[in-house]
């Protein structure tokens, strides 16, 4: 297949030779002038040599390598790659009677960078974050519903707020297959309303199930408390692993609310849990120590690197509250799901707001995102969620 030919200077090939797949706008020596964003371009050496074929976009990152080599990006292209991503899901037994939320394709973890799918029962939610992929979605689309045993009728495209600005694509969030049958899903035997239509991302947190089951086991005879609740996930846990309380905090009362439907439907006649609406710092400012269980899952503090600086400072004081207030003996989950802020960053934060508690503090577990959400050995930006588990004397 001839593709437009986008031509790297000299000795900017290594990262791609690496397999790393991104290709950065300043390694570029030529290219022609009448590319547009979403083109699917052929990447070549300076002496001529095929590195490989993917989507150009404007920007730092200029092309994300689809396929290696000499290949053809086409309908059977994506069906091979999307077979290749529920094959891997089924070995991970997330399709169970008792689960059918999950992510099944995860950008350059999936070899399909700038896109993401989750799914939710019969639906899937597909959201692009490159042009490439937001004109390859009635492909993709098609080739899910078609996926042998995955039971997806629906999709939904939802990515109004993840594609360039600059790129004037004006996505529309809509079902391109289907439409809305139901908002439940379920994770290890809980449900779930999952508000793909309005909700952040793609509808609900997919990637923190492995976390929430292990608060479960943490949490029988606590008085637990769930900052930046969301859909109430950790709550709606805790509440089964027979905590003694549940607290849910989040500032969006969209959000409370959603917690509460998420409570009642798991648990009808609940009494154990109350809900806030009101912002995680004011609420940590005025708590008494009534809690021996935390759990704080701020939304990124850093989405780009300008804000690091700002993002650590953010969480070492929240983190400085919690061991502040937690009763001795008390558990603390804390996260970071901020790409920009590494592991040893994120824990450096946290390390001094322990130091400045001058509590005696020791790590349980230190955790990551599950393994629906892989990391693409070649490229270890995919690795974003960082949390610890940490015992508070």
Not at 23 to 49: H, L, M, N, W, Y
Not at 113 to 128: E, F, I, K, N, R
Request: proline share 4%; aromatic share 10%.
């Amino acid at each position: 297949m001839s593709y437009p030919v986008i031509t790297l200077r000299r000795g900017k090939e290594q990262s791609l030779e690496r397999l790393h797949p991104w290709v950065f706008s300043g390694a570029i020596a030529k290219q022609p002038d009448d590319i547009e964003e979403g083109d699917i371009v052929s990447v070549v050496t300076g002496d001529g040599r095929q590195i490989g074929v993917g989507h150009y976009q404007i920007g730092s990152i200029a092309v994300r390598i689809l396929a290696w080599g000499d290949a053809e990006i086409d309908d059977r292209f994506y069906a091979e790659r999307l077979n290749e991503a529920f094959k891997m899901r089924k070995t991970l037994n997330l399709i169970r009677h008792d689960n059918n939320a999950y992510r099944l394709v995860h950008g350059e973890g999936d070899f399909l960078p700038g896109l993401v799918v989750d799914v939710y029962g019969d639906t899937a939610v597909l959201q692009a974050h490159s042009p490439g992929m937001h004109f390859a979605r009635d492909i993709i689309a098609r080739n899910l519903v078609e996926l042998p045993d995955a039971g997806i009728k629906n999709v939904y495209y939802k990515s109004e707020t993840t594609l360039p600005y600059k790129a004037h694509l004006d996505p529309q969030n809509d079902y391109i297959i289907g439409n809305y049958s139901t908002n439940i899903a379920v994770e290890n035997g809980l449900k779930f309303h999952v508000d793909w239509l309005k909700g952040q991302k793609t509808g609900f947190f997919v990637d923190q199930r492995d976390n929430r089951k292990l608060l479960e086991m943490y949490s029988r005879g606590r008085n637990v408390l769930n900052m930046f609740c969301y859909t109430g996930g950790f709550s709606v846990y805790a509440l089964r692993g027979e905590a003694n309380l549940v607290h849910s905090v989040d500032s969006s009362a969209k959000a409370v609310a959603l917690t509460e439907a998420n409570v009642k439907i798991n648990f009808p006649t609940e009494t154990r849990h109350k809900a806030f609406a009101e912002d995680a710092f004011k609420f940590l400012g005025n708590m008494t120590d009534d809690y021996d269980l935390i759990i704080l899952d701020p939304p990124a503090f850093a989405k780009h690197r300008s804000a690091l600086k700002n993002a650590l400072i953010g969480y070492r004081k929240l983190n400085a509250k919690a061991f502040e207030k937690i009763k001795p003996g008390g558990i603390l989950f804390t996260f970071s799901c901020s790409q920009a802020v590494s592991r040893e960053q994120f824990r450096l934060a946290v390390f001094s707001a322990a130091a400045q508690s001058r509590r005696k503090v020791r790590i349980l577990h230190q955790l990551t995102q599950p393994a629906d959400h892989p990391v693409n050995i070649y490229h270890p930006e995919g690795e974003y969620l960082k949390g610890l588990i940490l015992y508070v004397e």
